[in-house]
């Protein structure tokens, strides 16, 4: 079976300053696909960032980053230029198997202080 | 709007009484997920469909969890004689396209009295 683990319940950043947000995984899958995902306060789960396994280049998305260590099975998420919106819950998630079924993690609670 | 659509937003119940949700997924996409999430924990997967057919159901739901997707369009998730352990969002996604991403509803919220 797939699993994600985050190991940081909680992480503050304040506005305009960089924060990271740490994922690893274990799969035995050859293909699959990694995801930051973002739920708000409002509840609703919002994709974030989408890398493929078999890419090397590091996805980008505007102020969204990712490095992804594909031997050691990391997947961190970079958030620049921090904004009060950032603050939401964030989930690292792998697909499992040919259904591309969503694996979440725990999830990282994000603060933005202004 | 275009995107997954969840109805009722809120439900409370009495324990033992049956509740249905349903789910409108973006029109195109052919695969449909339901997923349950309770306070504080990442989304729990409970059953896909690919187009009417409903390929994969998680080992943890019980048989008091049905759902169905008939033509292949919306999809309905029923829970009979409910328990207060189900108390939880119901959160319902779809996907599809070249790119195949997921894309999630509001969920529909279940309190069981």
């Known amino acids: 079976a797939q699993t994600v683990t985050q190991s940081q319940p909680e992480m503050s950043v304040q506005e305009a300053e960089t924060v990271t947000l740490s994922c690893t995984y274990d799969?035995?899958?050859?293909?699959?696909?990694l995801f930051w995902y973002k739920q708000p306060p409002s509840r609703q789960m919002i994709l974030v960032i989408r890398?493929?396994?078999?890419?090397?280049q590091n996805a980008t998305e505007n102020r969204f980053s990712v490095n992804f260590q594909k031997a050691a099975k990391s997947f961190s998420l970079k958030i620049s230029d921090s904004q009060l919106g950032d603050a939401a819950m964030y989930f690292c998630?792998?697909?499992?198997?040919?259904?591309?079924?969503?694996?979440f993690g725990k999830g990282t609670k994000l603060t933005v202080n202004p | 709007d275009t995107g997954v659509s969840q109805d009722p937003r809120h439900k409370i119940t009495k324990r033992g009484q049956n509740v249905t949700f349903r789910c409108d997924p973006i029109?195109?996409?052919?695969?449909l997920y339901w997923y349950r999430q309770t306070l504080g924990q990442g989304p729990e997967f409970l059953t896909y469909?690919?187009?009417?057919?409903?390929?994969?159901k998680s080992r943890l739901l019980s048989d008091r969890f049905s759902a169905e997707r008939p033509k292949g369009s919306f999809s309905t998730l029923e829970i009979q004689r409910t328990e207060q352990g189900d108390s939880a969002m119901y959160l319902c996604?779809?996907?599809?396209?070249?790119?195949?991403?997921?894309?999630f509803g509001e969920g529909s919220w279940l309190t069981v009295v």
């Open positions: 469909f690919q187009n009417e057919a409903q390929l994969e």
């Open positions: 890398q493929e396994a078999y890419k090397q």
């Open positions: 799969t035995s899958e050859s293909d699959y696909y």
């Open positions: 996604a779809s996907g599809g396209g070249w790119r195949n991403t997921i894309y």
């Open positions: 998630v792998i697909t499992q198997g040919g259904s591309e079924k969503l694996v």
């Open positions: 029109s195109e996409h052919n695969r």
